[in-house]
Structure formats: structure tokens, C-alpha cells
């Protein structure tokens, strides 16, 4: 009977722990889509990978979905008509209110964020456009981030930034990426950094998009990345500067700091990156879910990429969801973690007890 006894007080033990732990956990995940306008002609099986993405975004379990290059009108509203169907009724985009979008071609295109939440958005969603572009090509998107509020369960209101930094291309000759277009991109960091300063709102700030940014300096002479030497943007972002900007932590590292080099677009797993603008050009990690480092209530417990299997349509084709891997991370609030460790061994105390 005793045993009896114990093995139903471990049950309960169990069920009310997962219990806290959904309660007190939610998942963000990043993607960019590669939805470029049909007439364009670039976006390879564009109209059959958009119509899989809402099942596939789903299945991920993602609590908040920030997706980059759902460049027209159209896509948007299927997107968002079909998230709507299958638990995403919310949704966020912004419409560009400068002058000079859509004056002699400049940002005709848009700027291409979507986001979705199975939680309640905020009325309101605020939009940067960058005042410059990186390459010739990207004076036709108008890059750019916006801003909107999640109110999420065990943690309340909270910002998200949807980013989408301008893409630089590789010069084959020299082996490396054009100095100038990284110097527009990291102009482009910057601006990002000071609207979330401007417009942030609560203790907890998540930037997820895609910053088109490896975090460590190329070195051409032996082609490959350095171990230690930081991308000044990156080194920017999560290691702050002299401005007193907020700073973040690259969640999908900070949870393991061991991880091997992996990517996001990359060229040798994914057969859509494989036909990229350059033949020569490395693969990079440039997907990011980015969480603000100067607050105490929430955490980033796992992060992997997601969006990396291909599946076999008829015909023995194979098809990946975009050109991309996403990034899926999941938080965990200090409170559940506390009730937790409460729960599991109460003589402890909460995590920042056991530090004293």
C-alpha cells in the first residue's frame, strides 16, 4: 500500500509539474520564407511550399510565428487567413508610411514581415524602415522591422521586433563579402537597436528575424569563419556598446555553448541555397531569436532549428519549406522555473535562493 502510496504522489508530483511548465513556457520561432513575387521568377516552387507553410508553422508549436520575404499583399492575406483556421487568429503587419516608398521603384516591393500569436496583439504595430540599402538590388525592398505586443500567459504584455536586415553579396575574386554592403548593414543594426530603445514598452524585449549576418568576421585567406572574432553588428547586439543600447542574448548558443558551426541558409543541406547568387559563397547562420539581457523574467531553456527536413512530393521530388532553416526557441518565466524547482525538491528553494 505504501509503494501504492508513493508511486501516486510521484504521479501527482509529475502531472502538476508539466502543468507549471506549460503554464509558464512559450516557443518563438523565425523564418524567412522566400516568397519572392512570382513574376520575378526566382522563388523556386514558391506557390507549393506556401501553401505548406501554415501546417508546417503549426506543427512547430510555436506560440509566436515572425516570418520575413512574404512580399505581396496576396501571400499575406492567404497566410493570414489560413493561420487564422488552425489556432494563430492574431497577426501582425505594417504598411510602409514613407514618401519616398514606391518613388521611382524604391521599396516598391514592401518590406515583407509577417507575424502571428496564438495570444492577443495589441492594436498597433510599429514600423522602421531603414534609411539605406545594403546591395543594388534591395533599393526595391524596403527593409526594415516592426514592433507589436504580445499578451502572453504567466508573463503578460511583452515587445516582439520582426527584422529583416539587407542581404550582402560575396565577391568571388576576392573571396569575401563587399565591404560597403556590410557597412550599410551594420548602419541598418544600429537603427534596429535604437527603435526597440524607442519603442519599447515592457521588461521583456524578443527580436526574431533575419539579420543576414554570420556572427563571426570571414577570413578569406583561409576561407572559413573566425572562432573568436565577432561581426562588429553581432558584437553590437549582444555585447552592447557605448550608447547604453539594450543588448541580447543569442539564444540559440547561449543555451548550448558547445555547439558545432551550424547553418541557416546553408548551402550544402538545403538545394534552394545551393542555387544562390554566388557559387562561392559560405554557408552562414543568419536567423536569430535575439532576447533582451538586462531583465530577470524569462529565460531561454532549448533552441534548434526547425524547417530542415525536406519531404518527397510526387514524382520523387524533393522540397524544402524555403531557402532558409528557421529557429525555434523555447522560454521559460522565472516564476514557473521557481514553482518548479519548488516542486521537485521544496528544501532548495527557487533557483535564486541556492545562489546566496
Not at 483556421?85 to 514581415?113: F, H, K
Not at 526595391?140 to 553579396?169: M, Q, R, S
Request: one cysteine or more; glycine letters at 8%; hydrophobic letters at 35%.
Amino acid at each position: 500500500m505504501a509503494i501504492v502510496r508513493s508511486v501516486l504522489c510521484y504521479f501527482l508530483i509529475f502531472s502538476f509539474s508539466l502543468d507549471v511548465v506549460s503554464a509558464g513556457t512559450f516557443k518563438v520561432v523565425t523564418l524567412n520564407t522566400w516568397l519572392l513575387p512570382s513574376i520575378l521568377g526566382v522563388s523556386k516552387d514558391r506557390e507549393l511550399r506556401k501553401t505548406k507553410m501554415p501546417s508546417w508553422l503549426s506543427s512547430s508549436g510555436a506560440d509566436v510565428i515572425a516570418l520575413q520575404e512574404v512580399w505581396t499583399e496576396e501571400d499575406q492575406d492567404f497566410l493570414i487567413g489560413r493561420m487564422s483556421e488552425i489556432g494563430y487568429p492574431y497577426s501582425a503587419r505594417a504598411r510602409s508610411r514613407r514618401p519616398w516608398v514606391s518613388r521611382y521603384g524604391r521599396g516598391v516591393l514592401g518590406n515583407g514581415l509577417l507575424a502571428f500569436s496564438k495570444y492577443e496583439i495589441r492594436e498597433g504595430v510599429h514600423l522602421h524602415s531603414f534609411s539605406s540599402f545594403t546591395r543594388v538590388d534591395e533599393y526595391f525592398a524596403e527593409k526594415g522591422v516592426i514592433h507589436f505586443e504580445v499578451n502572453l500567459p504567466d508573463l503578460g504584455w511583452t515587445d516582439f521586433y520582426d527584422v529583416h536586415l539587407g542581404a550582402v553579396y560575396f565577391d568571388s575574386q576576392r573571396g569575401t563579402w563587399y565591404s560597403d554592403h556590410i557597412k550599410a548593414q551594420d548602419l541598418q543594426g544600429q537603427e534596429m537597436l535604437q527603435f526597440v530603445e524607442d519603442t519599447k514598452s515592457h521588461a521583456v524585449q524578443i527580436i526574431a528575424g533575419d539579420l543576414n549576418a554570420h556572427p563571426f568576421e570571414w577570413q578569406p585567406e583561409i576561407k572559413s569563419f573566425s572562432a573568436h572574432q565577432l561581426r562588429p553588428l553581432y558584437g553590437q547586439l549582444t555585447r552592447g556598446d557605448l550608447s547604453g543600447r539594450t543588448s541580447f542574448v543569442d539564444t540559440f548558443r547561449e543555451v548550448d555553448l558547445e555547439r558545432g558551426m551550424t547553418y541557416t541558409y546553408d548551402r550544402s543541406l538545403n538545394s534552394y541555397a545551393e542555387q544562390g547568387s554566388s557559387k562561392q559563397e559560405p554557408s552562414i547562420f543568419c536567423d536569430y531569436v535575439l532576447l533582451n539581457r538586462n531583465q530577470k523574467e524569462v529565460a531561454a531553456v532549448t533552441s534548434e532549428l526547425k524547417f530542415n527536413q525536406a519531404w518527397e512530393g510526387e514524382g520523387g521530388g524533393r522540397y524544402f519549406l524555403s531557402d532558409h532553416f528557421g529557429v525555434l526557441t523555447t522560454f521559460m518565466t522565472r516564476s514557473a522555473e521557481s514553482a518548479l524547482g519548488q516542486i521537485l525538491n521544496p528544501e532548495m528553494g527557487t533557483p535564486s535562493e541556492r545562489k546566496k
